[in-house]
């Protein structure tokens, strides 16, 4: 039984393959094509799918995509004909997205087949099922709570769900215009981060400013008894056709403005991007978080009461808001949690795939996704090909010699760019694609971007954790395989780990088991044996670009940065022989 699934003509367009209820392969179409958050047809994820089932087109039995138009009409309409200004702008939008319907034909001249092969079943789930789904059916847990909150999918910012067996029981959706992830993009582009996927930046920013607007803020979002949220629609652009987001023919997403003249009145003048960041932006962000995770814990505490389960599972673009994801657990009563490593929109694809594997096919056994590690990999004959055709110098080492001499280099103080093994699913680079570096040197923030990154000086990088050691130097125990929690690190251990301590002493922090990867878990290791650290500084292996998939990108952007070392499968090249 072969299910594709697909999140397509949205942001992060990927595409995910499920063989008998495993997932077996998962990519977005930005690793492969390079452009960044693309939301075209992800036609060459779609192949490299099909490639890794070793199958054809035409051996698919069932399709799914992320989105279903069809979806939530009423309110559609109902919004519609009380703004009648926007009915034929929400008219043509129909139209245009039921022609993305066609999947059939899509597939069809993507892949250069007859579209008489194709003998799929096609299914379009909402986008926020799909989301839960991509959480729940990917857990170990046969019961849980389902959340999902981001921008806007098929109408809704917000699902609540009881999941069970093979079920996901919708329990209350917030409809648009309201929408906590509006919230805190409009926030973001007031402060000037106008880029789609800049909230995130913004988070990093939050911790440096204080509490000068929490109190003010509350007046563009309320909270509601039953569970939801309100926002203040003066502060913000009316609700278009386009929902927020704009594609463009290439494929690239721009985001359309949020924020009303009520903002300015209220707050000042917008910030420009690239210009200086002031106090009161700084404040802003404060506030804007504060109050996402206000609104964001008095959903969860809700859902707990009508669920009565401990267990929560959680996706959406909004789950990717790791300082909210570190507190929940003193904020609410859930006490474990699983999140879809691609919270995002890429997210979607497997979230379609394993709903129709479950509830529509009902399907009994269970997949549970231990690792994130579903993309592509590359053997040695081709890294070598790679390197020799890229001019560089190298030596090739068996495994522990390998580990040791990377172990040695990071101790040392050098940035190491780490390919290894199979690229992963999600945004975080979690010890595959990954840049290493030593996490207690107080120069080595200010090297990473000086030399590779040239990020804000505000962002913090991240710590992998061997998972047995977390609670030595963090202040919660529940373990972060995908990198989505930020937890306070230890007073005792802040100067130790001064180049991944956040101005508030946070850490976004990435465990590490040797189960889940045996190589980077024991790299660290290495490492502890030579330092007394258990982790190591991880960022992701690119520079102002989407995460390297290929050998050749990965040492092209070792040629092009100031890298000292690249780790390549068994190989190992020198910036100072190079």
């Known amino acids: 039984m072969l299910i594709l699934g697909l999140n397509m003509f949205h942001a992060d367009a990927s595409a995910a393959i499920v063989q008998d209820g495993e997932v077996i392969f998962a990519i ?45 009409l009423a309110q559609k309409m109902q919004y519609a ?41 096609q299914h379009n789930l909402e986008h926020h099922i799909a989301h839960i789904a991509s959480a729940y059916y990917c857990s170990p847990w046969e019961k849980a709570a389902g959340f999902s909150y981001d921008g806007s999918g098929d109408f809704v910012s917000a699902m609540m769900a009881r999941c069970e067996g093979s079920e996901i029981e919708i329990l209350s959706r917030v409809y648009l215009p309201h929408s906590l992830g509006s919230f805190y993009t409009m926030i973001c582009e007031f402060i000037g981060y106008k880029e789609y996927g800049d909230e995130g930046k913004v988070m990093g920013l939050a911790p440096y400013g204080k509490e000068t607007y929490c109190e003010r803020i509350k007046d563009l979002i309320s909270i509601k008894q039953d569970g939801g949220y309100a926002l203040n629609l003066s502060y913000f652009q009316p609700l278009g056709s386009n929902q927020g987001m704009q594609i463009r023919e290439d494929g690239t997403v721009s985001l359309a403005p949020h924020f009303s003249t009520r903002m300015s009145d209220e707050f000042g003048v917008p910030r420009e991007p690239h210009t200086e960041i002031t106090q009161r932006d700084m404040d802003l962000a404060f506030a804007m978080q504060h109050r996402f995770e206000e609104v964001f814990f008095h959903m969860l505490n809700n859902l707990h009461q009508k669920v009565a389960l401990d267990d929560l599972v959680m996706a959406g673009g909004c789950a990717l808001n790791s300082v909210a994801n570190g507190k929940l657990f003193d904020a609410t009563p859930f006490r474990r949690t699983w999140l879809q490593p691609a919270a ?20 009994k056994q269970r997949f549970a996704m231990t690792h994130s590690y579903l993309g592509p990999q590359f053997s040695d004959e081709r890294i070598e090909s790679d390197l020799k055709a890229a001019g560089l110098r190298y030596r090739k080492f068996g495994r522990e010699p390998l580990l040791e001499t990377i172990a040695s280099h990071i101790a040392e103080g050098y940035v190491i760019g780490w ?34 990154k040239r990020r804000e000086w505000f962002r913090p990088f991240a710590p992998s954790i061997l998972v047995e050691r977390q609670a030595e130097y963090f202040e919660h125990d529940h373990p972060s395989p995908f990198m989505l929690h930020v937890y306070k690190i ?34 660290i290791k290495a490492f502890e044996r030579k330092t007394g650290i258990p982790l190591v500084l991880n960022t992701s292996f690119n520079e102002n670009e989407p995460i390297v998939c290929q050998p050749s990108e990965a040492i092209d952007c070792f040629k092009r940065t100031r890298m000292d070392v690249l780790a390549i499968g068994s190989f190992v090249a020198m910036k100072a022989e190079n």
């Open 28 to 72: 977005a179409e930005e690793r492969l094509n390079r452009v960044k958050h693309y939301a075209g047809f992800p036609a060459l994820a779609v192949r490299a799918c099909l490639d890794a089932a070793g199958a054809k087109p035409s051996d698919l039995d069932h399709v799914a995509i992320g989105h279903d138009s069809s979806a939530n």
């Open 81 to 121: 004909i009380s703004n009648p200004a926007k009915i034929m702008n929400f008219l043509r939008l129909r139209q245009r997205k039921e022609a993305m319907r066609d999947v059939r034909t899509l597939l069809a001249c993507a892949m250069d087949v007859d579209i008489a092969a194709l003998r799929f079943h």
């Open 344 to 363: 995002g929109d890429e997210g979607l694809a497997i979230g379609a795939a394993l709903h129709v594997h479950y509830s529509i096919l009902k399907q």
């Open 419 to 452: 390919f290894q093994g199979r690229m992963e699913w999600g945004p975080r680079a979690l010890g595959n694609r990954s840049i290493l570096a030593h996490p207690g040197r107080p120069d080595m923030k200010d090297i990473l971007n000086a030399r590779i």
């Open 490 to 523: 230890r007073p005792q251990k802040r100067q130790e780990l001064c180049a991944v301590n956040h101005v508030d002493n946070t850490g976004r922090l990435q465990t590490v088991s040797r189960e889940e990867n045996p190589l980077y878990y024991d790299l």
